[in-house]
Structure formats: structure tokens, C-alpha cells
């Protein structure tokens, strides 16, 4: 084989590695994962349910693998009802348990619903806030972690009628 030729496969295979290495981490898979909330009320007085709904949503560009809801602690101001992960059994302790969703494909969203109940033991002055919150994780890189937790606050407004 001629020199010339030689070396120049040589060099091709040598910028070849290096644009591969540099640029792996271009090929790993991202997904940019989405927390939102929505409550059935803004306002309950003491004794009333108040329904959350807590949309986890992939907005791709790949599926997300090993992804995670996480409920922050539960206010004093509220006593857990029932907590529904994505359609999985209800959890008594939702502030205990991350509900482990699993897997979810790019452009797809899954509901959580968590139901708490304004607690009858609750003393102090009527307005009082009360704020509940969740974040989402997942074992794919998220690019955007800034849309990867969400809260609702509700004001308490005095005892039920």
C-alpha cells in the first residue's frame, strides 16, 4: 500500500474517533419531562375535600425511562384522603411514597389524583394558606428542569356549612 494513502486513512480514522468522542454526549437521549396542578377549588373551609390533579407530561424529543412523582409534605392544614398515582392504586401517605410511573413516551401525559380533606383540628385565624406541591424526575437527562415542579395553593376560608 503507498505511504501517502496510508497515512491518510490514518488521519481520517483519527478525526473519525475524535468527532465520536467529543460528540457522544450528542447522541444520548433527552426528554423534557412537566409537572402541572390544578385544584377542584382555590378555597375550602374546614371539613371540605379538595381534589388535585396533577398532569405529568413528556414533551420529548425521546421517551423517558425510570420517571418519578414526588408529592412534597402535606400542610398541617390538610389531612390525606387518597392519593392516585397515574391510575395505579391509591396510596394512603402520598408525601411517603414517590408514585413511580415508569416509562413515558415522548408527547404522552399521565394523571395523578391526590384528594385531601381540610382538617376539623385546625385552629389559628380563617385565610390561612395552605400549599401543596409535586415534582417529577426520570433517569433520562430532562434538558428544561425549570418546568419539573408545580404548586397549588388554596386558602382556607372558615368552618363548613
Not at 121 to 127: A, F, K, V, Y
Not at 150 to 155: M, N, P, R, S, W
Request: aromatic share 2%; charged share 15%; proline share 4%.
Amino acid at each position: 500500500m503507498d505511504r501517502s494513502l496510508l497515512r491518510r486513512v490514518v488521519a481520517v480514522l483519527a478525526i473519525a474517533s475524535f468527532i465520536a468522542v467529543s460528540h457522544s454526549s450528542a447522541w444520548a437521549q433527552t426528554a423534557d419531562l412537566s409537572v402541572s396542578m390544578t385544584a377542584d377549588r382555590l378555597q375550602a373551609r374546614i371539613g371540605e375535600h379538595v381534589v388535585y390533579r396533577i398532569l405529568v407530561t413528556n414533551l420529548g424529543p425521546d421517551d423517558a425511562t425510570g420517571v418519578n412523582l414526588s408529592l412534597g409534605s402535606l400542610p398541617d392544614q390538610l389531612d390525606s384522603v387518597c392519593f392516585v398515582c397515574a391510575g395505579t392504586a391509591a396510596a394512603p401517605e402520598p408525601q411517603l411514597l414517590p408514585c413511580g410511573i415508569g416509562t413515558l413516551a415522548s408527547g404522552a401525559s399521565v394523571e395523578s389524583i391526590l384528594v385531601v380533606r381540610v382538617s376539623n383540628t385546625l385552629s389559628g385565624p380563617q385565610g390561612r394558606l395552605a400549599s401543596v406541591d409535586s415534582t417529577v424526575s426520570s433517569a433520562t437527562t430532562d434538558p428544561d428542569s425549570s418546568n419539573n415542579t408545580a404548586e397549588v395553593t388554596i386558602k382556607i376560608i372558615g368552618t363548613k356549612d
